[in-house]
């Protein structure tokens, strides 16, 4: 997918990380999104610096873990990507059953996402889409196992 950027896109990425990650004002601690990212620090803070060039796939990452959204318009801007958000993320609560409703709305995502599908078909914003509903769906089930996990202790 080819798509026009300006030329001081660069520059106002790496400000609005600086912005987000570093100094006083910032928004998020570098160590906190880096664990929700999966990310070790030493391997997301180059990123953060603009010492190294920031993916796709980790822009969108970012803006799901922060849903910041002057981080979003920042990234996107002059890009013909489209991104939204993804349904609600519901409060975690010790009734199994309402979990695994939860649990089974968004393995239904998933299978939207792929009914008739080839994956290696697929464009990069269908599988980012996906893995976005993956990763929701995987959420829902450890909390579903954490209320049965919990239930053993009492």
């Known amino acids: 997918m080819e798509h026009q950027v300006r030329k001081d896109y660069d520059t106002e990425l790496k400000a609005v990380m600086a912005y987000l990650f570093v100094g006083p004002s910032k928004k998020y601690h570098v160590e906190d999104i880096a664990r929700k990212l999966h990310m070790e ?3 997301f803070y180059p990123y953060v610096t603009g ?7 980790l822009l969108v990452r970012l803006t799901e873990v922060t849903c910041d959204t002057i981080f979003f318009d920042t990234a996107f801007a002059g890009t013909k990507l489209q991104f939204g958000f993804v349904g609600t993320l519901h409060p975690h609560t010790k009734d199994i059953i309402r979990e695994a409703m939860e649990a089974f709305e968004a393995s239904g995502y998933v299978a939207g996402e792929l009914k008739g599908k080839d994956l290696t078909e697929m464009r990069q914003e269908e599988r980012t889409r996906l893995h976005t509903y993956v990763s929701r769906a995987i959420n829902e089930m450890k909390d579903v196992q954490n209320v049965l996990n919990e239930s053993f202790k009492g």
């Open 41 to 43: 620090y030493i391997d």
């Open 51 to 57: 010492k190294r060039n920031i993916p796709i796939e």
